[in-house]
């Protein structure tokens, strides 16, 4: 059923562990992406936005300090910019991204993962 389940992810988030338990629990097998070791590319991040239809902004950690640092919240930097700065700086990237074939989810709360999986 979700041979093709991929969570992208941060081993030390609290969400991402308890997405990650939900689908053990449940017997379903994923590969999972440490995006930290294994950064998304802006073209990865880009066709992820689109499966979630979501805008760049939107997947953007807002409580991070990098985003505060780099005064993201009143930019006016343009999607194509956003999605490169996620792709330099990983911390930036809400986290855990759900992808099952064409479709892909935010998983916050973490039991959003259930609604790419029928």
């Known amino acids: 059923m979700s041979a093709g389940l991929t969570i992208y992810e941060k081993p030390t988030c609290t969400t991402c562990r308890k997405t990650v338990k939900l689908l053990r629990e449940q017997g379903i097998e994923f590969e ?3 995006y ?8 990865k991040i880009a066709e992820l ?4 239809g979501i805008a760049p902004r ?3 950690r807002t409580k991070e ?3 505060k ?3 993201l919240k ?3 930097h343009s999607d194509l910019e956003l999605i490169q700065l996620m792709a330099d700086h990983p911390e930036l990237i809400e986290r855990p991204i759900a992808e099952n074939g064409g479709k892909a989810v935010l998983c916050r709360p973490y039991d959003r993962i259930l609604e ?3």
């Open 32 to 34: 999972d992406v440490n």
């Open 65 to 67: 300090q990098k985003y």
């Open 58 to 60: 939107e997947l953007l």
């Open 36 to 43: 930290f070791i294994d950064p998304l590319s802006a073209a």
């Open 74 to 76: 009143d930019s006016g």
């Open 69 to 71: 640092d780099m005064a």
């Open 116 to 118: 790419i999986l029928t």
């Open 49 to 52: 936005l689109d499966k979630m």
